[in-house]
């Protein structure tokens, strides 16, 4: 793969995840806001850049959260996911926006956010 936007390496790795958030609309909304430009916590940025995570989107359909994970090409998902778990703040993050999530508070990152299988690519 090769991304286009410069400042980052032609070759990289992609994750596409998913997750499901409570049925409610307020909640919802407040989870929409906590991801808000400046709203997310500076120690889960850094330690998500530490990890090896180059950019990260998340878009929300109805309840369904769709997330776009690029990482550097040697990036390995599993030993990724156990080192972010361990990150500064990283838990006590996990546990404020599992509220919202339909989820436990006491899931990891890992756990709540299930790897999807790319099916088709035009390219």
Partial sequence: MEYIESGYPAHFKRYCKTLTLQDDSALIEQYKQAH???????EIDQ??????????EIYLFGRQLFMIMDTVASFDHEQAMAELATKPRQ??????VSQFQKTTASSTANEKWQLMERIYELG
């Avoid at 808000?36 to 500076?42: E, F, I, K, L, Y």
């Avoid at 330690?47 to 990260?56: A, P």
């Avoid at 838990?91 to 404020?96: P, R």
């Fill in 36 to 42: 808000g430009p400046s709203a997310v916590w500076p």
């Fill in 47 to 56: 330690g998500m850049r530490e990890v090896g995570i180059l950019k990260m």
């Fill in 91 to 96: 838990a006590e993050w996990e546990t404020y």
